[in-house]
C-alpha cells in the first residue's frame, strides 16, 4: 500500500490509499513511524482520503500511532474519513485518544 509521508519539524502527516488490511498495515506501521522517530512531530496527521477499504487493521494503525506519538507529548489528526470508516472509528472509541474527521467536516471547515 502506497503512502505519501510530508514531514516538518511540528508535523508528519501520512497521506494514506488503497487498502488498509492486515496485509498492508505492517508496511505503513512502519513507514509512518519511522517518520516519526526521525522528526519527533508535535503532531501526526492520518490523511484517510485516498482509502478505499479498511477492516480492523485500521483501526490497530490508528491505536497504534497514538500510542507512538503520545510519548512524545504530540497529539494525533484522523482527518477525510469516508463516513463508514468515521462511523466505524466513532464507534471504536477513538475519538478520546484522535481528533478525528469526515470529508464534509474538512470542507465544511475550508468554506467558512
Do not use: C, W
Amino acid at each position: 500500500m502506497p503512502v505519501k509521508i510530508i514531514s516538518t519539524k511540528q508535523r508528519v502527516t501520512a497521506f494514506l490509499e488503497g487498502e488498509i488490511d492486515h496485509h498492508t498495515a505492517a508496511a505503513l506501521r512502519l513507514e509512518i513511524d519511522e517518520a516519526i522517530g526521525r522528526n519527533k512531530p508535535k503532531t501526526l496527521k492520518l490523511d484517510f482520503a485516498d482509502v478505499t477499504f479498511m477492516d480492523s487493521s485500521g483501526i490497530g494503525l490508528v491505536m497504534g500511532r497514538f500510542r507512538t506519538i503520545q510519548p512524545l507529548g504530540g497529539k494525533l489528526i484522523v482527518s477525510n474519513l469516508s463516513p463508514q470508516v468515521y462511523r466505524i472509528m466513532q464507534l471504536a472509541g477513538l475519538e478520546k485518544i484522535a481528533k478525528i474527521s469526515k470529508r464534509e467536516d474538512v470542507n465544511n471547515a475550508e468554506n467558512k
